[in-house]
Protein backbone atom coordinates (compact mmCIF):
# COMPACT_ATOMS: atom_id res chain seq x y z
CA UNK A 1 0.00 0.00 0.00
CA UNK A 2 1.46 3.08 -0.76
CA UNK A 3 -1.13 5.14 0.52
CA UNK A 4 -0.63 7.03 3.44
CA UNK A 5 -0.47 5.23 7.20
CA UNK A 6 -1.12 5.69 9.94
CA UNK A 7 -0.64 3.97 13.12
CA UNK A 8 -2.32 2.97 15.53
CA UNK A 9 -5.84 2.95 13.86
CA UNK A 10 -7.77 3.41 17.72
CA UNK A 11 -6.62 4.07 20.97
CA UNK A 12 -8.68 4.40 24.20
CA UNK A 13 -6.70 6.21 27.25
CA UNK A 14 -7.33 7.40 30.60
CA UNK A 15 -7.55 11.25 30.68
CA UNK A 16 -4.70 12.41 32.20
CA UNK A 17 -2.31 10.13 30.30
CA UNK A 18 -0.58 11.07 27.69
CA UNK A 19 -0.43 9.50 23.98
CA UNK A 20 1.05 9.99 20.70
CA UNK A 21 0.31 9.11 16.74
CA UNK A 22 2.31 8.11 14.37
CA UNK A 23 1.67 9.00 9.96
CA UNK A 24 3.69 7.87 7.06
CA UNK A 25 2.89 10.08 4.43
CA UNK A 26 3.39 8.89 0.62
CA UNK A 27 6.61 8.50 0.17
CA UNK A 28 7.64 11.53 -2.73
CA UNK A 29 5.34 13.89 -0.56
CA UNK A 30 7.36 16.54 1.13
CA UNK A 31 3.97 18.21 2.68
CA UNK A 32 2.32 16.46 5.59
CA UNK A 33 -0.35 17.98 7.90
CA UNK A 34 -2.73 16.72 10.44
CA UNK A 35 -6.34 17.46 11.42
CA UNK A 36 -8.74 16.55 14.03
CA UNK A 37 -12.39 15.28 12.92
CA UNK A 38 -15.18 15.21 15.78
CA UNK A 39 -18.45 13.34 14.78
CA UNK A 40 -20.49 14.70 12.49
CA UNK A 41 -18.26 17.65 11.33
CA UNK A 42 -15.57 18.20 8.74
CA UNK A 43 -11.57 17.69 9.29
CA UNK A 44 -10.24 20.65 11.33
CA UNK A 45 -6.82 21.84 10.33
CA UNK A 46 -3.98 21.77 13.34
CA UNK A 47 -0.71 22.02 12.13
CA UNK A 48 1.01 21.20 8.74
CA UNK A 49 5.33 21.01 7.81
CA UNK A 50 7.05 21.50 4.65
CA UNK A 51 9.86 19.04 4.73
CA UNK A 52 11.14 19.05 8.50
CA UNK A 53 10.10 22.42 9.22
CA UNK A 54 6.33 23.31 10.89
CA UNK A 55 5.46 26.18 9.17
CA UNK A 56 1.72 26.14 10.35
CA UNK A 57 -0.38 25.83 13.55
CA UNK A 58 -3.66 26.17 14.16
CA UNK A 59 -5.22 28.12 17.37
CA UNK A 60 -6.38 24.63 18.15
CA UNK A 61 -3.38 22.97 18.90
CA UNK A 62 -3.16 24.00 22.50
CA UNK A 63 0.46 23.73 24.64
CA UNK A 64 -0.94 20.10 25.47
CA UNK A 65 -0.11 18.83 21.66
CA UNK A 66 2.84 18.64 19.87
CA UNK A 67 4.12 17.78 16.54
CA UNK A 68 7.56 16.37 15.06
CA UNK A 69 8.83 15.23 11.86
CA UNK A 70 12.22 14.87 12.56
CA UNK A 71 13.67 13.69 9.39
CA UNK A 72 10.72 15.32 7.12
CA UNK A 73 9.33 11.71 6.35
CA UNK A 74 7.25 10.67 9.61
CA UNK A 75 5.40 12.50 11.57
CA UNK A 76 4.30 12.14 14.93
CA UNK A 77 1.51 13.75 16.96
CA UNK A 78 1.41 13.88 20.76
CA UNK A 79 -0.92 14.97 23.14
CA UNK A 80 -0.05 15.40 26.48
CA UNK A 81 -2.30 15.24 29.68
CA UNK A 82 -5.23 14.10 28.01
CA UNK A 83 -8.65 15.54 28.33
CA UNK A 84 -12.03 14.06 27.14
CA UNK A 85 -12.74 16.87 24.95
CA UNK A 86 -9.68 15.51 23.16
CA UNK A 87 -11.54 12.64 21.72
CA UNK A 88 -11.67 12.28 18.07
CA UNK A 89 -10.73 11.17 14.91
CA UNK A 90 -7.04 12.55 14.47
CA UNK A 91 -6.17 12.37 10.52
CA UNK A 92 -3.27 13.07 8.28
CA UNK A 93 -2.56 14.06 4.77
CA UNK A 94 0.22 14.46 2.57
CA UNK A 95 1.10 16.46 -0.54
CA UNK A 96 3.84 17.48 -2.86
CA UNK A 97 4.27 21.21 -3.47
CA UNK A 98 6.13 20.65 -6.77
CA UNK A 99 3.70 18.10 -7.98
CA UNK A 100 0.44 19.69 -7.02
CA UNK A 101 1.70 23.53 -7.89
CA UNK A 102 0.70 26.45 -5.98
CA UNK A 103 -2.75 24.05 -5.17
CA UNK A 104 -2.87 21.95 -2.61
CA UNK A 105 -4.19 18.59 -3.89
CA UNK A 106 -4.09 16.61 0.01
CA UNK A 107 -4.61 12.47 0.61
CA UNK A 108 -5.49 11.61 3.61
CA UNK A 109 -4.56 8.43 6.03
CA UNK A 110 -7.56 6.46 7.89
CA UNK A 111 -6.38 8.49 11.00
CA UNK A 112 -6.58 7.05 14.27
CA UNK A 113 -9.82 7.11 16.35
CA UNK A 114 -8.99 8.85 20.09
CA UNK A 115 -11.32 7.88 22.97
CA UNK A 116 -10.43 9.42 26.46
CA UNK A 117 -12.25 8.17 29.30
CA UNK B 1 -16.99 25.48 7.73
CA UNK B 2 -19.94 25.56 9.67
CA UNK B 3 -20.60 23.00 12.43
CA UNK B 4 -23.59 20.90 12.43
CA UNK B 5 -22.92 18.58 15.38
CA UNK B 6 -24.20 14.90 15.05
CA UNK B 7 -27.38 15.76 12.27
CA UNK B 8 -25.81 15.92 8.58
CA UNK B 9 -27.83 17.11 5.71
CA UNK B 10 -29.09 13.82 4.11
CA UNK B 11 -29.90 13.17 0.67
CA UNK B 12 -31.17 10.32 -0.49
CA UNK B 13 -31.53 8.98 -4.18
CA UNK B 14 -32.38 5.40 -5.93
CA UNK B 15 -29.86 3.75 -7.07
CA UNK B 16 -29.37 4.77 -11.19
CA UNK B 17 -30.38 8.14 -10.35
CA UNK B 18 -28.21 11.14 -10.29
CA UNK B 19 -27.37 12.98 -7.30
CA UNK B 20 -26.61 16.36 -6.82
CA UNK B 21 -24.65 17.79 -3.31
CA UNK B 22 -24.33 21.43 -2.68
CA UNK B 23 -21.99 23.28 -1.10
CA UNK B 24 -21.51 27.24 0.19
CA UNK B 25 -17.99 28.16 0.62
CA UNK B 26 -17.17 31.64 2.47
CA UNK B 27 -13.82 32.83 1.66
CA UNK B 28 -13.45 34.61 -1.87
CA UNK B 29 -9.96 34.47 -1.41
CA UNK B 30 -10.43 30.79 -1.75
CA UNK B 31 -9.00 29.67 -5.67
CA UNK B 32 -8.48 26.01 -4.83
CA UNK B 33 -11.78 23.27 -4.56
CA UNK B 34 -12.03 19.57 -3.44
CA UNK B 35 -14.66 17.21 -2.63
CA UNK B 36 -13.76 14.47 -0.85
CA UNK B 37 -16.12 11.23 -0.45
CA UNK B 38 -15.64 9.79 3.11
CA UNK B 39 -16.89 6.38 4.36
CA UNK B 40 -18.07 5.40 8.09
CA UNK B 41 -14.38 4.68 9.70
CA UNK B 42 -12.50 5.80 6.95
CA UNK B 43 -10.61 9.23 6.29
CA UNK B 44 -11.26 11.72 3.87
CA UNK B 45 -11.11 10.06 -0.26
CA UNK B 46 -10.47 13.04 -2.62
CA UNK B 47 -12.89 13.01 -5.50
CA UNK B 48 -12.06 15.90 -7.86
CA UNK B 49 -10.83 19.21 -7.80
CA UNK B 50 -11.63 22.14 -9.34
CA UNK B 51 -9.60 25.52 -9.35
CA UNK B 52 -11.00 28.77 -9.53
CA UNK B 53 -10.33 29.85 -13.09
CA UNK B 54 -13.12 26.73 -13.76
CA UNK B 55 -16.59 26.68 -13.57
CA UNK B 56 -16.68 23.12 -14.72
CA UNK B 57 -15.02 20.05 -14.83
CA UNK B 58 -15.55 16.71 -15.55
CA UNK B 59 -14.62 13.35 -14.16
CA UNK B 60 -15.80 9.59 -14.36
CA UNK B 61 -19.29 9.51 -13.27
CA UNK B 62 -18.06 12.97 -11.58
CA UNK B 63 -18.84 16.73 -12.25
CA UNK B 64 -17.89 19.43 -10.43
CA UNK B 65 -19.45 23.38 -10.41
CA UNK B 66 -18.24 26.46 -9.68
CA UNK B 67 -19.87 29.60 -8.87
CA UNK B 68 -17.84 31.91 -7.78
CA UNK B 69 -20.38 35.15 -8.09
CA UNK B 70 -22.84 33.70 -5.43
CA UNK B 71 -19.77 31.45 -3.71
CA UNK B 72 -21.11 28.19 -4.58
CA UNK B 73 -19.90 24.63 -5.80
CA UNK B 74 -21.74 21.26 -6.81
CA UNK B 75 -20.87 17.51 -7.36
CA UNK B 76 -23.22 16.11 -9.59
CA UNK B 77 -22.62 12.10 -9.40
CA UNK B 78 -24.48 10.47 -12.35
CA UNK B 79 -26.23 6.85 -12.32
CA UNK B 80 -25.69 6.75 -8.04
CA UNK B 81 -24.26 3.18 -7.06
CA UNK B 82 -24.80 1.77 -3.49
CA UNK B 83 -21.16 2.43 -3.31
CA UNK B 84 -21.49 5.84 -3.33
CA UNK B 85 -23.07 6.24 0.03
CA UNK B 86 -21.33 8.46 2.49
CA UNK B 87 -20.17 11.76 3.70
CA UNK B 88 -19.23 14.18 1.06
CA UNK B 89 -17.09 17.05 1.82
CA UNK B 90 -16.23 19.92 -0.04
CA UNK B 91 -13.45 21.91 0.84
CA UNK B 92 -11.24 25.17 0.38
CA UNK B 93 -7.81 26.43 -0.35
CA UNK B 94 -6.00 29.59 -1.90
CA UNK B 95 -2.95 28.81 -3.32
CA UNK B 96 -0.96 29.83 -1.39
CA UNK B 97 -2.15 28.71 1.66
CA UNK B 98 -1.74 25.41 3.20
CA UNK B 99 -4.39 24.14 5.29
CA UNK B 100 -8.25 23.04 3.60
CA UNK B 101 -11.06 24.17 5.59
CA UNK B 102 -13.76 21.59 5.11
CA UNK B 103 -17.51 22.43 4.58
CA UNK B 104 -20.94 20.99 6.05
CA UNK B 105 -20.89 17.41 4.97
CA UNK B 106 -23.61 15.98 3.00
CA UNK B 107 -24.69 12.44 4.25
CA UNK B 108 -25.48 10.52 0.40
CA UNK B 109 -27.44 7.54 0.87
CA UNK B 110 -28.31 5.64 -2.45
CA UNK B 111 -31.86 2.98 -1.88
CA UNK B 112 -32.32 0.12 -4.07
Known amino acids: DTGVSQDPRHKITKRGQNVTFRCDPI?????LYWYRQTLGQGPEFLTY????????KSRLLSDRFSAERPKGSFSTLEIQRTEQGDSAMYLC???????????????FGPGTRLTVL | GESVGLHLPTLSVQEGDNSIINCAYSNSASDYFIWYKQESGKGPQFIID?????DKRQGQRVTVLLNKTVKHLSLQIAATQPGDSAVYFC???????????FGTGTRLQVTL
Open chain 2, 91 to 101: AENTGTASKLT
Open chain 1, 93 to 107: ASSHSQLAGAYNEQF
Open chain 1, 49 to 56: FQNEAQLE
Open chain 2, 50 to 54: IRSNM
Open chain 1, 27 to 31: SEHNR
